[in-house]
């Protein structure tokens, strides 16, 4: 059961007054998709061994004025996605009385627990997720959602949490990871702008070509589309109650033997070597294992083994040279691969190197031709749908670098991407303890988790012993 958190402050935060002027931001086609998806929650987890009150009194004022500081450049977080009435297109308004909702709470959960790579209940983390505030309607029908919002949990006498509820139609985690060490930078220097050490986002959509007509594409199919269907605040949905999630930490050594293993089976069945990556092989053993835990229940119908089974993932177009978007560039900038294999390929013998052999095929297309990646961004949600559990994404890059998230106290203990719980994804992440090792995320049922585990130290018990 999650222990309910305790209130203690209730605020809203924003720029400096005056320090951003009334701004109007367009959707581009990397953006318009993302109006589908759920809100995204990440939590971060850092040491304090002090009470609640120190904490209110030294860290609590500094963290409010530099997220303050950090709005003035990320201001859309601030901001509201707007519905004007139709065929007007949705955008993100900045207005002077826009803010953003943040609260802070206390819990006497044990913080030990939730910065350990052991399985826990997925209902632990809940009570630390904000929810964004409710959307309202002008009297011209214009329907208006925000953006973003943060909570702020102490676990007195040993650390607390930072949690944020945002949309992706606002930015995709490149953009969000860059206002998360922004912040943290500025927090660092006690609200010293010239000593923060990132850049200052871009925000112009200007720069965005678009000669497929994506976005005129995109626009028509979202026709249709009725804005009160993203009006979910983040609210977790119900979730098993016998669902865990759990930490997987692959090791630079696990991630090189496998790479090796990989090759050799390639050889050894004549295949063409495909594209072997960190990321490839990560994603071909979890996805393998999850696939090969599943259960079948008694009574329902057994899986169909030519069924195709989908992992979906996001490859970043910043800095290409057929798009010319610098890294600074704020907002969505993500192409979609999606590596399909049959079930009885993937569950076989052979089954983590025809998902290497999928996934590897995908991200050289991406690399060959980015815009049929982006041209599939629209259509993977109604796919998602149709498919199901036979879809599965992956969120996050360990290049991402979370770890290096430092508001001042150093790295954090812990960091997890919430939503896996209810969205069928896996996370990968940086690691905190060591440089090259790679954090999985992800959740299920206690009994298929289980599975999994077992699964998952088999092989890598198997290709440890490679030289």
């Known amino acids: 059961m999650a222990d309910t958190v305790k209130v203690i402050e209730q605020c809203e935060v924003s720029p400096p007054p005056g320090s951003v002027p009334w701004t109007s931001i367009p959707l581009t086609f990397f953006d318009l998709p993302w109006l589908c998806c759920p809100p995204l929650k990440r939590i971060f987890f850092f040491n304090f061994p002090y009470s609640t009150q120190h904490f209110l009194q030294t860290l609590l004022p500094t963290l409010k004025n530099s997220l303050s500081l950090t709005l003035q450049h990320f201001f859309p977080f ?6 004007p009435p139709k065929p007007n297109p949705p955008h993100i308004l900045y207005t002077q009385s826009n803010s953003l909702s943040f609260r802070v709470a206390e819990s006497s959960a044990d913080f030990t627990t939730f910065v350990s790579d052991s ?17 309202h309607t002008l009297e011209d029908g214009t329907f208006l959602l925000p953006l973003m ?3 702020v949990t102490v676990m007195p006498h040993s650390g607390f949490a930072i949690c944020i509820t945002f949309r992706h139609v606002a930015a995709d985690g490149k953009s969000f990871h860059h206002f998360m060490k922004f912040w943290a930078s500025v927090c660092k220097s006690n609200g010293d702008l010239t000593l ?9 959509r200007d720069i965005i070509q678009d000669p497929k007509g994506l976005k005129h594409i995109f626009l028509q199919e979202l026709l249709n589309f009725l804005p009160e269907n993203v009006e979910s605040k983040g609210e977790i949905r119900d979730v098993p109650t016998d669902m865990v999630r759990h930490t997987f930490v692959l090791s ?14 390639c ?17 071909s053993l979890i996805w393998f294992c999850k696939v090969k835990s599943e259960e079948i229940k008694a009574g329902t119908v057994l899986f169909n083994d030519d069924e195709s089974y989908i992992l979906a993932f996001m490859a970043d177009c910043r800095n290409r040279p057929e798009f010319s978007i610098p890294l600074e560039y704020f907002g969505n900038c993500l192409v979609c691969g999606n590596a399909e294999v049959k079930r009885s390929k993937l569950v076989g013998g052979n089954g983590i190197l025809e998902a290497a052999i999928a996934i590897g095929s ?21 796919e998602f749908a149709t498919l199901g559990k036979h879809m599965t994404i992956i969120a996050g890059f360990p290049s991402l670098k979370v770890y290096e998230t430092d508001f001042g106290w150093g790295k954090p203990e812990k960091s997890e991407v919430v939503h896996v719980d209810n969205s069928g994804s896996i996370s990968l992440s940086d690691c905190r303890d060591k440089e090259g090792r790679i ?10 988790m289980k599975k999994f585990s077992t699964i998952f130290e088999e092989h890598l018990a198997e290709i440890s012993v490679l030289d």
Do not use: Y
């Open 267 to 283: 050889k050894s069945h004549g295949l063409e070597l495909p594209h072997i990556t960190t990321f490839v092989v990560t994603c």
């Open 252 to 265: 630079h050594d696990h991630v090189e033997k496998l790479k090796k293993w990989v090759s050799i089976k």
């Open 119 to 135: 399985p826990k209940d997925v209902t632990a983390l809940h009570p630390f997720v904000p929810v964004l505030a409710p959307p």
């Open 196 to 204: 923060a050490s990132l850049a200052i986002p871009l925000h112009n």
């Open 439 to 448: 954090e999985v995320g992800l959740a299920l049922q206690k009994s298929q």
């Open 149 to 151: 919002s943060i909570q």
């Open 78 to 83: 601030s901001s509201n996605l707007l519905f």
């Open 362 to 382: 995908q991200v050289r297309h991406l690399q060959r031709g980015t815009f049929e990646g982006a041209e599939t961004l629209m259509s993977n949600f109604t």
